[in-house]
């Protein structure tokens, strides 16, 4: 004999409960992993090569950099942004000794806002996207694209993308030798 099942029967209770927790688990896991997952990298500060004919090998030189700050309780970094010219002309940016608040979707960005604190901010005085952050603890170094011109922009921002969320800025100042 068949039987109907009501809202009073524990059969579907537990039925929806069970595909509630399978539609829920995985988004919950996506956003909240971060918080307490980290990745870590290590990665040397790229230098001239060894024999260059007739000249001497030469490090590279800073040209500006600024400090990590928290932008509020739960979005912090720490840490120095600073850009290097390469031997060849070009330029790194170099995150070290970095760490970030971990998050879905963070990209590094150069913004020309000193210190931004939002998404309008950030994009206010014009930004550009430089990469999708590596690891958020570690030393790591991102290629600047050769027609950027430094000028034009005052922090290095770690943004989230996905919710426009702005994790930790580091406003750029002449460096000093």
Partial sequence: MLRTLTWTDPRLRIG???LFALAVLPVAWYLGSPLFLNQTVNEALPSAPAAQVGRAPTGAAALR????????????GEGTAAI???PDGGFVLRLDPFQVTNGPDLYVYLSGYPAPTDSAQLHQAGAVEVARLKGNIG?????LPANVDLSQFRSVVIYCKQFNVVFSTAALVTATS
Avoid: M, P
Avoid at 139 to 143: A, I, L, R, V
């Fill in 16 to 18: 929806l409960l069970v």
């Fill in 65 to 76: 950099s600024g400090q990590f700050n928290a932008i509020d309780g739960l979005h912090k």
């Fill in 84 to 86: 290097y010219r390469q």
């Fill in 139 to 143: 030393s790591q170094n991102y290629e």
